[in-house]
Structures are given as C-alpha cells and as structure tokens.
C-alpha cells in the first residue's frame, strides 16, 4: 500500500503549520525537555568562554542515545571545572591532561580526539579572544564553511576518523547537524538557546538534521526528500523561513523533542496522535503490520 504524503505546501497550508507548530513550540519548552537536551550544559556556565568550549563540546557529542552521550560530556567537563572551568583547561592544555583521556571513549570517539579537540580549541584562543570570531555574518553554508576550514587548517597533528566528523564540511554534503545545533544555542535568544553571539543573525541560520526533525519534516510536508544532507537541511529551512523569515529554526527544539521525549512515534496511532498540536496538519504512515512494515526512507536516516 502507498502511503500518501503531505499536501502542498500552499498558502493555506503555511498558516496552518505555523499555528500548530506555535502551539507545540510553546508545550516544549519545559524543565523536563531541557533536562534532556544537551544545551544545559553550556547553559549551567557565565563566562562566555566557558560557554563556547562547553558548547562545542555538547554538541559535538550529541549524537546517538541521550543517556548515553550525557555522562560522557558530564564526565569532561567535571574534569574541566577542577582546573578552572572549560576555557581556564583549554587554555593551559597540556600532556598530563592529555594523558588522562586516554580511557575516554564515546562510540567512534576515543581519547586522542578529545585530546585533539582541546588542543585546536587552545590554538583557537591563542588567535583570538572568542571562537565565535571564525564565524562570519551571513548565510550559514558560508559562514560554517569558512569557520571549519580554518578549524581544518588549525587542526594539530593527524586527525583520525573520528575525529574528522567533527569537522563536518557544507560543501561535502553533511547535514552537519552539530555545527548547526551549536549554531543555533549561540546564536538564537530564548528560554532554551543563549544567545551569545550578537553578530550572527537566526535569520541565517539552517535547521540542525537530527532524526526526529527529519522524520517530522516528512510528515509535515517541508521537504519531499529522504536524504539527511546540507540539501535537505536547506530546503526543510527554506519551508520554515515561509512561516518565520526572521527566525526560521526556531520550531528546531520543539520538534526535536517530540522524538527525543518518545511523543512521536514515527507512525499513526490514535490515542498518542490525538493528544499532539500537529495531528491536523501530520501525515505520518499508519503504524507498521507484518504485511506493511515500516519504511525508513521515510522517516530518514541517522546522520551525524
């Protein structure tokens, strides 16, 4: 059976989408989503310093299970503030620390990325006094482009695979979802993002690819693609702009946290969809059977 998507995403249809997703945005932004979500970790810093490193990190990690990559960063950062706080470590970064990582490891992540990591960002604030200073004004494909080349540039040493996925590329086709997400708590001003860099625009900002935004994405008709890449975060983008042209990602929490939280199971069914602000508006497939099963295409694909 073909299941049929989305209508158009017409004029009728974009005022419909920005009052249903008004109305989940404002249900998101709970203590409970936060506690999830991997901005309270930089959110629990004042030194904008502080905050950057403890950003980067955060969202570097953010990948995978939740429960899984949150101890990690827990981990790191406990390591930081007993020397001082995430830029005071940095800053004086040097083989004893590097030493003990060694046993640090996150699924493709192990110690000598970690220890990679720090020592670009060290590079980085010998430089200058704030990362957001690689971060030019303008359209994010141009401005994160430009930042990770010369993070590539700046880069110590060889990096490893691993390590490398940090340093996703625009122009090679990622999502780059962290980046973006990174992007976003930088740049954005709320109750949930930080809002410290005052020289980006969220005008300019593209939506952060996880998941669940790429799954709901479908189901809302912002992009008939299935591909998680810069393409696709573009046009998903592009959608939203039609209902907030000054700040197009910021519906990025809400969504995301209707697949984080377990709310959005990916398919119909009646008695969880009927309680959502966007079942008027949600073509999500009817739940999977042993003669239907489910089709990840349209859901998306995990990418990092």
Not at 7 to 16: C, D, G, H, V
Not at 209 to 224: E, I, N, P, Y
Not at 244 to 264: E, K, N, Q, Y
Request: hydrophobic share 45%; net charge positive; charged share 20%.
């Amino acid at each position: 059976m073909t299941v049929p998507g989305p209508p158009a995403l017409t004029a009728a249809r974009t005022r419909a989408l920005a009052r249903h997703l008004e109305a989940v945005h404002v249900l998101a932004a709970t203590d409970a989503n936060l506690a999830r979500d991997p901005v309270r970790f930089p959110r629990a810093y004042t030194d904008p310093r502080d905050i950057e490193v403890a950003a980067v990190l955060s969202a570097q990690l953010a990948y995978g299970r939740v429960d899984l990559f949150g101890p990690v960063i827990a981990r790191l950062l406990a390591v930081a503030d007993a020397h001082g706080g995430p830029a005071a470590y940095v800053v004086g970064f040097d083989d004893a620390r590097a030493a003990a990582l060694a046993d640090v490891v996150y699924r493709w992540n192990r110690g000598e990325d970690f220890v990679l990591l720090f020592r670009l960002l060290q590079v980085v604030y010998q430089r200058h006094a704030t990362l957001g200073a690689l971060f030019l004004p303008g359209p994010a494909s141009r401005s994160l482009g430009v930042a990770i080349d010369v993070l590539r540039e700046l880069t110590p040493g060889t990096p490893s695979r691993g390590f490398r996925t940090w340093l996703a590329h625009p122009e090679d086709g990622s999502a780059c979802k962290r980046w973006l997400m990174f992007l976003r708590w930088m740049v954005r001003r709320d109750g949930m993002d930080l809002g410290l860099w005052a020289h980006l625009s969220p005008r300019d900002l593209v939506i952060p690819l996880d998941t669940h935004v790429m799954r709901l994405s479908g189901f809302l008709g912002l992009t008939q693609r299935t591909d998680a890449s810069w393409r696709t975060a573009e046009e998903v983008t592009g959608a939203l702009r039609r209902l907030d042209p000054l700040d197009p990602v910021r519906f990025d929490f809400a969504l995301a946290h209707l697949g984080i939280s377990g709310t959005c199971l990916g398919h119909r069914e009646a008695t969880v969809c009927a309680a959502c602000p966007l079942d008027p508006i949600c073509a999500a497939p009817p739940a999977p059977t042993a003669s239907a099963p489910a089709t990840p295409a349209r859901a998306g694909r995990r990418r990092s």
